[in-house]
């Protein structure tokens, strides 16, 4: 008879293992004889030794029992039925190997594949890093926000950068990420972004800025992040009241 270190030595398992199958039920935990000890015989060899080739096949523990007490029919259909589940699982890891390959860097940590391409798109306009940071962080709120139309978002920030305007915009938000707020700078970026409104308030665009990003509250909570992320963002934001326009991630002409 044997003790549970030669037990599990003999099955090429460890005695934690052991002690964990019994607890869970796997592996039959014998009577203590007279002297307080347990003993065990060829079975339990025989039956951890099998219990440890499933469970290191990739058998899920809690199906362990099954195949251990199972003909040669359910045994075969059971197995099959685990491969499938195993080769699920692989995939599932190979996908996680992808997106972490693409992740490349903290940076793109989270940000879609258009949202970077977008980024790069600042960086080659001369956008400095902190502007450029600043814009990633935003679009990872709103990419899991609304991670069905990022694209087509995403799609139209990046036609904007063709007008020139835009591209000056980008050029004095830069200046104000590394200057001193001067208010002449302030001023400057605040006519822009006012005649920038009213040609999309001509165009119809920002009657359309519900069907973009319908979640009130949402928008409240980029218009949080924006004003958090620079101290100019509140200067702006009063400077633009003066000239007639109401909030940040959305705008809306001040009614007379």
Known sequence: MLTI?????????????????????????????????????????????RIRTLAEAGVPLARVRELLDAGPETFAAATIEIDRELRARVRT??????????????????????????????????????????????????????????????????????????????????????ESESDDLLREIADLMSDLYEEAAASGDLDRQDEVMPDKAFVRLLDSFSYAAHPAVARLGKLLADRGWTGWSQVEKRKP
């Open 5 to 49: 270190g030669q037990l599990a030595s003999y099955a090429g398992a460890s005695i934690r293992a052991v002690r964990h199958y019994h607890q869970i039920g796997l592996l039959p935990e014998p009577e203590r004889d007279a002297s307080g000890y347990r003993s065990y015989d060829a079975a339990a060899v025989l039956r951890l030794i």
């Open 93 to 178: 890891l190979q996908e996680h190997r992808r997106r972490v390959t693409r992740l490349g860097s903290v940076e793109s940590l989270a940000v879609p594949k258009e949202v970077a391409d977008y980024l790069n798109c600042l960086r080659a306009i001369g956008a400095p890093s902190a502007l450029v940071e600043v814009e990633r962080d935003a679009w990872i709120l709103v990419a899991a926000r609304y991670p069905e139309t990022i694209s087509a978002i995403i799609a139209d920030k990046v036609a904007q950068l063709a007008d020139a305007r835009i591209l000056q915009l980008y050029q004095l938000l830069g200046r104000l990420t590394m």
